[in-house]
């Protein structure tokens, strides 16, 4: 028997039918939020930084942050914890920042060379934030777990070697704009 879990069906899978969506992807920017969950001390320091395993649908492990499209109507804040509670489960009980500015845009190319960034289905604008999340995190949809790791080693060169499309950059960047990198 496989250990590979079969996602769960997306009950609201967006705006677009896979075509439909095939068809923007060819002529437009994207948007995504992007969250980078961690574990804070009663300081706010950062002692713990989630990192996603993934399969593709090529059957490649890759390591992930919680990522997904924003969609028509939807705020950045809903879509965001939409994302955060699809990834990692209900209890995971995130906190949102106060505010919706992130830490970084990260604006992923389809052409290797245009960005650190890339991603070969489409020119997306990625908003990217670090969440903290308080709760039990059971990874759902795509994700086959959570690997809880110290900020040194999330920012390492193995694990970044182990993320696609340069969120390797972005988790060091989101783990620089929290003073968890010293």
Not at 62 to 68: A, D, I
Not at 87 to 93: E, K, Q
Not at 165 to 174: D, I, K, Y
Request: net charge negative; charged share 20%; glycine share 8%.
């Amino acid at each position: 028997m496989s250990s590979v879990r079969t996602p769960d069906p997306d009950p609201n899978p967006g705006w677009l039918s896979e075509d439909e969506l095939f068809q923007a992807r060819q002529h437009l920017p994207i948007l995504y939020v992007e969250a980078v969950p961690v574990r804070t001390d009663g300081m706010g320091v950062v002692t713990e930084v989630g990192v996603l395993l993934r399969a593709s649908d090529e059957g490649s492990i890759s390591r992930m942050l919680v990522s997904g499209r924003v969609m028509y109507g939807e705020s950045l804040r809903t879509a965001l914890f939409r994302h955060l509670e699809k990834d990692l489960g209900p209890m995971a009980f995130p906190q949102l920042p106060p505010s919706p500015v992130p830490f970084q845009v990260a604006e992923y190319f389809p052409l290797p060379g245009s960005s650190v960034y890339t991603d070969p289905r489409q020119h997306a604008v990625s908003l990217a934030y670090v969440v903290p999340v308080t709760g039990t995190c059971d990874p759902r949809q795509d994700a086959l777990e959570l690997t809880w790791l110290t900020p040194h080693q999330a920012a390492s060169d193995e694990v970044a070697a182990e993320m696609e499309g340069g969120r390797g950059t972005l988790l060091r960047s989101a783990l620089a704009s929290v003073g968890a990198l010293h």
